[in-house]
């Protein structure tokens, strides 16, 4: 596994963020012209802890995505949103 800094995750999320299908998500609270990764953090297991800002905070359906584009990478994550 491949150790990366908190900026690395931080602008991997929104490589991701910025490729998802908005027709996928069409009916999601977010703002999609702000939307970004706002936090990264290790946590001492190796999971990391990503924070997205611009989403309504039950907003599963991105934060499974993200969560799903992350592992498909390596990265184990908890994704939240928030406004």
Not at 24 to 53: H, P, S, T, V
Request: hydrophobic letters at 40%; a negative charge; one cysteine or more.
């Amino acid at each position: 596994m491949t150790a990366h800094t908190p900026e690395q995750i931080q602008q991997i999320v929104n490589e991701i963020l910025g490729k998802l299908d908005r027709t996928e998500f069409k009916d999601c609270a977010m703002n999609w012209g702000d939307l970004r990764c706002f936090e990264a953090r290790r946590f001492e297991n190796g999971q990391w802890y990503i924070l997205i800002e611009e989403a309504a905070a039950d907003e599963w359906r991105l934060q499974r995505a993200v969560c799903d584009s992350l592992l498909a990478r390596g990265i184990e994550a908890i994704v939240h949103t928030e406004w």
